[in-house]
């Protein structure tokens, strides 16, 4: 089922970045490079780019939450199967040792 929902999530991506640079806009957009577009789908280009991307774009928004939601499905089977494990903790004190410093071991030879 990821599998599946990532590659329409991936698809979704690539054609809406197409859609997206083949419109014209203010700047004109990268239709005049590709003056075949316009005449592929006749007088009704504009509001066929238009529908496409908003189809896209609702997909690509359908696919991130549903992506969001298997993740955290996943996420909860994973630690549901998990057992703790005990830590055990020893609680000594910690041993000190009564050994001469250096410092003082030169003072005795001199």
Same mark, same amino acid.
Request: aromatic share 6%.
């Given at each position: 089922?990821m599998?599946?929902?990532?590659?329409?999530? /991936?698809?979704?991506?690539?054609?809406?970045?197409?859609?997206?640079?083949?419109?014209?806009?203010?700047?004109?957009?990268?239709? &005049?490079?590709?003056?075949?577009?316009?005449?592929?789908?006749?007088?009704?280009?504009? /509001?066929?780019?238009?529908?496409?991307?908003? /189809?896209?774009?609702?997909?690509?928004?359908?696919?991130?939450?549903a992506?969001?939601?298997l993740?955290?499905q996943?996420?909860?089977?994973?630690?549901?199967? =998990?057992?703790?494990?005990?830590?055990?903790?020893?609680?000594?004190?910690?041993?000190?040792?009564?050994?001469?410093?250096? =410092?003082? &071991?030169? =003072?005795?030879? &001199?």
């Amino acid at each position: 089922m990821m599998g599946f929902v990532i590659t329409v999530h /991936v698809i979704a991506c690539i054609l809406l970045i197409v859609l997206i640079l083949i419109q014209s806009g203010r700047g004109g957009g990268l239709v &005049e490079g590709f003056s075949g577009v316009e005449s592929m789908f006749g007088p009704k280009t504009n /509001v066929f780019l238009t529908r496409m991307t908003t /189809v896209l774009g609702i997909t690509f928004f359908l696919t991130c939450i549903a992506l969001a939601f298997l993740s955290t499905q996943q996420s909860k089977s994973l630690m549901s199967r =998990a057992k703790p494990q005990k830590i055990e903790t020893q609680s000594q004190a910690p041993q000190t040792t009564s050994q001469p410093s250096p =410092a003082s &071991e030169t =003072a005795k030879t &001199e």
